[in-house]
Nanobody, 122 residues
Framework: QVQLVESGGGLVQAGGSLRLSCAAS????????MGWFRQAPGKVREFVAF????????SYAASVKGRFTMSRDNAKNTVYLQMKSLTPEDTAVYYC???????????????WGQGTQVTVSS
C-alpha cells in the first residue's frame, strides 16, 4: 500500500516556474515507477512525465519535454516535477501516481494522490 500526497501547486504567471512534490508513505515506494498526470476542466487525464523506480530513466509528454523535469529521492520517499516556462495551457490539476510497470497509460497506475491545482495566468 502506498499513499501519495502532492503539494506545490499554485498560481503563477506565464513564463514562470513551479516545483511540485509528491510525498509517499509506505515501505515499498522505491519499488514503484512513478508518473505525473494532469487533468484540465472538461478534458481527460493526460500523461505528463514518468520515472522508473531507480530514477535511471524518465520520459515526458511532447507538450512538456524540455520544460518539465521529473526526479525522485527514494531516501525521502518523494518525487518532484520541476516545471518552467509555464503557459496557460499547463493549467490543470496535477496528480502523481505509482505503477508496478513501465507504462504511461493511467490505467496501469495503482495508487493516486488527491491532486494539486496549477493555474497559469496569461
Amino acid at each position: 500500500q502506498v499513499q501519495l500526497v502532492e503539494s506545490g501547486g499554485g498560481l503563477v504567471q506565464a513564463g514562470g516556474s513551479l516545483r511540485l512534490s509528491c510525498a509517499a508513505s509506505g515501505r515499498t515506494f522505491s519499488a514503484y515507477n512513478m508518473g505525473w498526470f494532469r487533468q484540465a476542466p472538461g478534458k481527460v487525464r493526460e500523461f505528463v512525465a514518468f520515472i522508473t523506480w531507480s530514477g535511471g530513466n524518465s520520459s515526458y509528454a511532447a507538450s512538456v519535454k524540455g520544460r518539465f523535469t521529473m526526479s525522485r529521492d527514494n531516501a525521502k520517499n518523494t518525487v518532484y516535477l520541476q516545471m518552467k516556462s509555464l503557459t496557460p495551457e499547463d493549467t490543470a490539476v496535477y496528480y502523481c501516481a505509482a505503477s508496478a510497470v513501465h507504462r504511461t497509460d493511467p490505467k496501469y497506475y495503482t495508487y493516486w494522490g488527491q491532486g494539486t491545482q496549477v493555474t497559469v495566468s496569461s
